[in-house]
């Protein structure tokens, strides 16, 4: 049983990961042509448009993403053609609702961002990929219920190689004024190829009206709603860190700081991600069972860390040549942040698995104070390792935030009885965090 399980765990991380790799690399040769062709204020720009656009998501999509998975998943599959309408129907209202809400209050985003209202139009276009995003993410949550990961898998690798085809003419022609559509063509492009493979889903909530689809979903939107307290907490730490190195430090350290929060958060974020398409809907099956839901919890765990372990000691090890290779050698600044930052990400795997036992057991309140806690300590941390050790300071920030993040939810876990691991297996993610210890210091020596 639990070689089987570690086969299924294994294949789907190896088909998503290895998708979600080229798709990193083609995220790498846009930064990377971003970085050269425009500059450090071009990869600042794109980040910060960015975070904006995961940020609105997040307000007005209310985490429909992630909490509609567990309600189709659960339902026998002659169930879910209503489940698939309803939730493609208020994807759509909401996504909508986003685009009007960017559109009104991009000027005081931008002036929030840059303290001028220069960049109000870049913001109002950028409600176009929120509303395409909105409507990508209702067809995620059919494939991944659904357990299509080849499907996910094919559409994040041809979107991901047809966008950066797109990015690169748009950079040469363009310059720095290519970055919105750069955003807009590439959120295009992947819902089209989402959708291509959903068409033969059938939607059977035509016979009801909105108000109706809205009601049938107020399950899994009241738990969105809870959920999205705890991101737009995060995203609005985020922005405001980021707005805090772009007034100390000018735009320029913004961009460098951007390039190391991408290849440490999106580009490491990438194993997690293949981690949570395949976990997720498993655990929100098993949930009643208690005992069942540690198994599974524990078995995932540990065969996360042992796999992302060798793949943390050579990002450390090859640092300095990863950032010359996807962006420049002037990018070389915030080495120290990424190469620490990496010891913490070490404890990520197991922190993630604990957070999703909250969504999928429906522990509302635990989850947020966790989430609302971490963020505003990791906020506090961060401030105060970068204003008193640059980079560095930063990266060390980041060891004790992740390590606070970690206890803080094993603690809240234990306490509301949720179903979590063992005490040896948080050992063995301490553990293999300091071991990351030898070659970071290597590494920073030699740089």
Partial sequence: ??????????????????????????????????SVWIGPVGVALMGVYMEVLEFT???????????????????????????????????????????????????????????????????RLLSIALLIQALQGSELVVLQAEGKFAAIASSSLWGGLTGLGVALILF???????IVPVIISYAAITWLFTARHTRSFRSESSNLTLRQCFSRSRQYIAMGSFLVISELVTKAVSLSFMSVIEHSSGTTVLGYYQAGATMLIRYVGVFFAAIAYEFYPRLSVASPRHNHASLIMTHQARTCL??????????????????????????????????????????????????????????????????????????????????????????????????????????????????????????????????????????????
């Fill in 172 to 178: 040469l022609t363009l310059g720095i004024n290519s």
């Fill in 1 to 34: 049983m639990a070689k089987a399980l570690t086969s299924r765990v294994i294949k789907a991380i190896s088909m998503l990961g290895s998708t979600q790799m080229v798709n990193m690399l083609c995220s790498a040769v846009r930064i990377k042509a971003l």
């Fill in 306 to 447: 042992l796999l992302f372990f060798p793949c943390a000691i050579a990002a450390i090890l090859l640092a300095p040549w990863l950032i010359r290779l996807l962006y420049d050698t002037q990018y070389l600044p915030m080495a120290p942040y990424f190469i620490l930052g990496m010891i913490g990400m070490m404890m990520r795997p197991a922190s993630m698995i604990l957070s999703f036992s909250f969504i999928a057991f429906n522990k509302v309140k635990p989850y947020l104070f966790t989430e609302i806690t971490s963020a505003l300590v990791g906020f506090a941390l961060n401030v105060a390792g970068y204003l008193l050790g640059g980079f560095p300071g930063l990266g060390l920030a980041t060891i004790a935030w992740y390590l606070f993040d970690l206890l803080i939810i094993y603690a809240t876990c234990r306490l509301t009885q949720t179903p979590s691991f063992p005490p040896r297996t948080l050992l063995l993610s301490l553990l293999l965090a300091l071991a990351l210890l030898a070659p970071a210091l290597l590494t920073l020596h030699y740089l």
């Fill in 57 to 123: 998501g997040a307000l007005t999509q209310l985490n429909i993403r992630t909490t509609a998975v567990k309600d189709v998943a659960s339902r026998p599959p002659a169930q879910r053609g209503e489940i698939i309408g309803i939730v493609r129907r208020v994807s759509r209202a909401m996504g909508l609702l986003g685009m009007l809400l960017l559109l009104i209050f991009a000027p005081a985003v931008s002036y929030f961002m840059f303290k001028s209202t220069d960049y109000t139009l870049g913001f």
